[in-house]
Each structure stands twice: as structure tokens, then as C-alpha cells.
């Protein structure tokens, strides 16, 4: 059977390069790093080569670069950070009704302990009203935390702008860049961030390694306490391996940035045209501009049918691919960023994400373009929704709400 991945906003193969370079760092080249002995201070070096490999990629000094082991680490590390370290300047943070888990959850848990989040809303296609941002700011805000890409529609936000406004009341900002770094050109000094989080398997790296950037002179108290590593910001031993690979991911990333950009966003127009063209009432879930959305990111909605369903017939083909975010696949709640948009709960239901990688071809796309519309056409002929001559009543829709 054809295994085709269009999962990569959930996770990214391991680029062979990126293994190569791990391997040796779980047979001969074990030490610590903190070591001061022969087998510590060759790996040391490792970890300080990906350090600037790191750094180049998103135009920072590697100095203010901390290893972390993922994402959701970064971003805790960001906001619970800032609020401790900012206690006596404020205790308001501003985020979107959008975000990752990894930031909304944060932040649920820092209002449980006396922290004010705005949850800024979002539009019909997921995109911020800045003037709603620049009301939100009081003389308490220590925070604006916003996403560079969501990892479900692709949409980018204005982080330039954003981070000129932040700068303007004097607010730090964090953007959650995981889903952007690799996939489009990330300059921190363009963007004005204080915090910004990456994660290696995002991009090529292994599992279990990731990276915060920390603008020189930002007062950020520990996430983790303990040995000094990181010098002092971030407890634990490396992950050496992890981490060298990350440096060679990010290498590998700024190389073929542009024409990979170009290559898969081509990959997904064909992919997004032949599924807005060929298949009827679907709906596409975030900016319909693509430019304001990630190269490599679909989200669509095949109304009538349910979601689920719809990914266990396209894995039955070989095809992988998402409804929502990989951590609420597998749960029956539509997604928090369907709900904020307002996609009608039903549509939100059969939202499908599909994320290109490296290792799409055109030929991939043809595929997905081929199998696609029977499978949509015989699950609809199974939904009680399609192919009715009146519209439902309240009381139906108030089942299928329900069922669903
Ligand atoms: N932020 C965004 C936007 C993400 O898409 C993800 C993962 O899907 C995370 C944070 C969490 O990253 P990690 O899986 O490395 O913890």
C-alpha cells in the first residue's frame, strides 16, 4: 500500500542528515558536557556548534538561545517565567483565543493563581484586530503572547507589527514559533521579540528537543531548577544527540528555505485547488489569501460528514492526515480554533488538516486528489444530513449536535 504523510505540522520525519550526525553521540561520544574531562569537552563543543546553528536560523546571538526538550516547555517556561519575574511591574498577560494548548493551558493556569489573561478573539477567517490588542493593554500587561503560524488553519499573524506595538507600551512579547520556524524565514530582530519558542521535531529534529530564545536582558525566572546548565536558565542535562541534530535540522532548514517554501507551497496550491475545485461544499478553514497562511497548510471542511471517519478512510488508503491539532485528534471535541472562528460546529466536525513536508511530491497530491472525492462521496451517501429536500428542524440539529 502507498503510505503518503501530510501530517507535518503534527510531526516531521527525521532528516537522514540529522541522524547521522546523532548517532555519534550515543555510541563514542557519550560524555556530559558539563564534564571538564576529555569525553565532556568534545561533547560540549557539539552542543555549542548547534547552539549557533540554532541562532543563524532565526538571527539571534546563540548566547540567547536555551535548549529546552520541546515546545510546550518553551512556552511554559515563557509566560509562567515572565509572570514570576514580572510580579511587581503587573499580573495582566494578552494571548489569542487561538493559540496552542502549550500557551492556553499556561495560561489557564496562571489565572488560577491570580493572573488576568485576555483571550483576544479572532474573525470568520482566524485572523486578529489589532486595534482590539492595542485596547486590551493596561498599565498592568507584562505580556502579549501570540503565535507566529497556527498549527491548525496555517494563518500568519502580524508579528512585526505586533512586536512595534508591544515595543511602543513597553510590554514583552513571546510569539510561539514552532510551527514557523523552518517552514518561512523567522528573524528575530525584524520581529521585536523578547521570547520565542521553536521544537526540533517540528522541523526535520528528533523528538524531545527544543529551543527559547531569550532576547539579551530579559529577566525570565527558571522553569526547571537545579544544575547549571544553560548558564543557570534552563536545569538538566543535555540531550546531546537531540540537540546536535537540531543544529543540523535548523542548518538544513536555512539552506533550503526558500526553494523548499516555494516547492511545497506549490505542492498545497495544487492540493488546495483540487479539492476546492473538484469536491462540493467544502469549505477552507483559515485565510482564503494563502500567503497569509504556512506553506505547507490546508485545513478544510467537507460538510456532511464527520471528521473522524473521514482520516480512518484516508489511513485505510495509506494517506495521513489531521483533523485539528494532533493532541485534540483522538478526542470528540471540535477544536478550540474551529470554535473561535465560528465555523458552524457541524462543518468544525469534518475539518481536515493537511501539512506538506519535504518528502511530498507532486505525485502525492495526485493521489490525495484521486482517492479523495469517492471516499467524500460514499460517506455522504451514508450522513442522514445529505441529500434531504428540507432543511432539519431545530430538534434534528439539537440531535446531531449532540451525536456529534
Ligand atoms: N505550539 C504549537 C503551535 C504547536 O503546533 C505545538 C505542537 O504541535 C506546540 C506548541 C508544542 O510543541 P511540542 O510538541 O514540541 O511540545
Redo the contacts with the bound molecule.
Sequence with gaps: MKRIYMDN???TAVRPEVLEAMLPFYREQFGNPSSVHWAGRAVGGAVEKAREQVAQLINCSPAEIVFT???????NMALKGTVDALREKGNHIITTAV?????LETCKALEKQGVKVTYLPVDHNGMLNLTDLEAAITDKTILISV?????ETGNLYPIEEIGAIARKYKVRFHT????AVGKIPVDVQKANVDLL?L????LGAA?GV?ATYIRRGTRLTPFIHGGHQERGRRAGTHNVAGIVGFGVACELAGAHLETEGVRIRALRDRLERGILEGIPDVKLNGHPDPNLRLPNTLNVSFAYIEGESLLLNFDMKGIAASSG???TSGSLEPSHVMGAMCVDVILAHSSTRFSLGTDNTEADVDYVLEVLPPIVQRLREMSPLYNRDEPLSCMECQVIRKVL
Excluded at 526538550?69 to 512556552?75: A, K, L, P, Q
Excluded at 493559540?99 to 500557551?103: F, K, T
Excluded at 503565535?147 to 498549527?151: K, P, S, T, V
Excluded at 521544537?199 to 517540528?202: D, I, L
Aim: with cysteine; net charge negative.
Design positions: 505540522n503534527a510531526t526538550s520541546c515546545g510546550s516547555e518553551g512556552d493559540e496552542h494548548p502549550a500557551v503565535m507566529w503560524a497556527n498549527n510561539d514559533a514552532v510551527q519558542v521544537s526540533g521535531h517540528k523528538k527544543g491539532s494532533a493532541c
